[in-house]
């Protein structure tokens, strides 16, 4: 079983909100994930990214590979959370 780190859209048209997904890598975008470990809303103007970061490092000790757009969400998110601590 392939894993893939990757984002789903959900949302309405013209107003897209994605969720940070885990799921099988032949799967289609927006099918069934194994884990739900965020989400992204490109429009909201603060706060608009909240990912799990323990566990997207989990699924990476298994062999989950990340897309690259989530890659970036993931050092983005670890910034953020450098400055707050």
């Known amino acids: ?7 789903t859209r959900v949302g309405s048209t013209h107003n897209p909100i994605y969720r940070v997904a885990v799921a099988e ?7 069934a ?3 739900q470990i965020g989400n992204y809303n490109p429009r909201a103007k603060s706060n608009s990214l909240t990912l ?17 757009t989530v890659n970036g969400l993931y050092k983005q ?3 953020a ?5």
């Open 1 to 7: 079983m392939a894993l893939k780190i990757r984002l």
């Open 25 to 31: 890598a032949r799967s289609r975008r927006d099918g």
């Open 33 to 35: 994930a194994v884990e």
């Open 52 to 68: 799990d970061v323990a566990r997207y490092e989990h699924w990476l000790k298994q062999g989950a590979k990340p897309s690259d």
């Open 77 to 79: 998110a670890k910034r």
């Open 81 to 85: 959370a450098a400055a707050t601590a």
